[in-house]
C-alpha cells in the first residue's frame, strides 16, 4: 500500500523522499513538498487500528509529529482501498488531502509570524 501512496504522489509530480527519519527518532513513510510546505505522510494500515479507532501508540506519534512542527496526512487503509486501483482517483484522494493540510500549516504559520 505504502509504494501505491508514494506513487500516486509521484504521478502528481511532487518531490516525495521516503522513509525519513525525524529528528524525534519516528521514522515517516514519506514527506512531499507542496506549495512550499513540507508534509508528512504516513500510510496507515490494519495494525495502526482498533476497527477504525487508531491505536494508543499511533496516536502518540503524530500528536508528537504534530508537535514538533509537521504537517500530517494519514492515509487509512480503508480510505485508500475504496478508491480501488484508478490512479487519476488515488492521486485526487492525495491532492485534496495535501491541499487541506497545507492551508492549514499556512494559516498557522501566518498566526505564529503575526504573535511575534
Do not use: N
Not at 32 to 58: I, N, S
Not at 76 to 82: D, L, N, V
Amino acid at each position: 500500500m505504502q509504494s501505491d501512496v508514494v506513487s500516486a504522489l509521484r504521478a502528481l509530480a511532487l518531490p516525495v523522499r521516503e522513509e525519513l527519519v525525524t529528528a524525534q527518532g519516528y521514522s515517516l513513510d514519506a514527506v512531499v513538498t507542496y506549495k512550499d510546505c513540507e508534509v508528512a505522510v504516513e500510510v496507515d494500515g490494519p495494525w495502526h487500528f482498533m476497527g477504525r479507532t487508531p491505536t494508543g501508540a499511533t496516536e502518540l506519534k503524530r500528536r508528537q509529529l504534530r508537535s514538533a512542527g509537521w504537517t500530517l496526512i494519514a492515509v487509512p487503509y480503508w480510505e485508500w482501498e475504496a478508491l480501488g486501483s484508478k490512479a487519476t482517483r488515488c492521486s485526487k484522494y492525495l491532492l485534496d488531502a495535501l491541499k487541506g493540510r497545507s492551508e492549514d500549516a499556512l494559516e498557522e504559520r501566518s498566526k505564529t509570524e503575526l504573535a511575534k
